[in-house]
């Protein structure tokens, strides 16, 4: 009967901490998360989450800014606008199509101006607006005769809005009023001689204007 060969039969036997590939140093190596490897995942990660963090944050802002200068809008349908508050520092700056510019400058204890700058010289439009939640100038072609008018919205109340319209004739460098009245809620002015009166709600009424500027609820 032979005997078993007594030589350790080392090629049979498994270590204790497993067997490594024809390479054991690299293959090791391979099957490791090195610590600098853990640090830049979690940076990578964390840093991805806070860039999608300010992105929402800046466009909830944006959504909000737009939606509130919408809400305070009291002058309708015209692209560009300017508008103050009382206290405000700010001075905002209209450029008209004739070059001169309109600015809004709140000064305490008269109210907001509203500015002409023309040929390095200022000037009122009107009264400043002493009694004033806000303040809007617009311009627009009431009328689709190729002139632009400036509108002047300014907010006394809640419910009530005082609006002054400005012409220029053509020789001649100074606005005069034009005309003047009072809404609820809103203007707008579709370029076809007339104005909507908006209310509260959203509905709004049409009115004609006369050429001294007069309105007339139209038929």
Request: aromatic share 10%; hydrophobic share 40%.
């Amino acid at each position: 009967m032979s005997e078993w060969p007594k030589e350790h039969a080392w090629k049979v036997c498994i270590l204790q901490k497993g067997i490594v590939g024809s390479n054991p140093t690299l293959s090791a190596e391979n099957s490791l998360i090195r610590p600098t490897d853990l640090v830049g995942l979690i940076f990578a990660k964390n840093a991805k989450t806070f860039f999608m963090k300010q992105s929402i944050f800046i466009l909830s802002i944006f959504v909000f800014s737009i939606s509130v200068s919408s809400a305070q809008d009291i002058i309708k349908g015209i692209p560009l606008t300017i508008s103050l508050v009382p206290k405000s520092a700010k001075q905002p700056n209209l450029k008209l199509k004739d070059g001169a510019g309109v600015i809004l400058k709140y000064v305490a204890d008269e109210g907001i101006h509203v500015i002409l700058a023309k040929n390095g010289k200022q000037s009122d439009f009107c009264e400043p607006f002493s009694n004033t939640q806000f303040v809007q100038v617009g311009e627009t072609d009431i009328e689709k005769d190729g002139k632009k008018e400036v509108v002047v919205a300014s907010k006394s109340s809640s419910s009530t809005i005082d609006v002054l319209i400005f012409k220029k004739a053509e020789f001649e460098i100074f606005y005069k009023e034009w005309s003047s009245f009072s809404a609820t809620s809103a203007v707008e002015f579709p370029g076809d001689g007339t104005v909507r009166l908006y209310d509260q709600k959203g509905k709004y009424g049409v009115y004609k204007f006369s050429d001294d500027g007069k309105i007339t609820e139209a038929p």
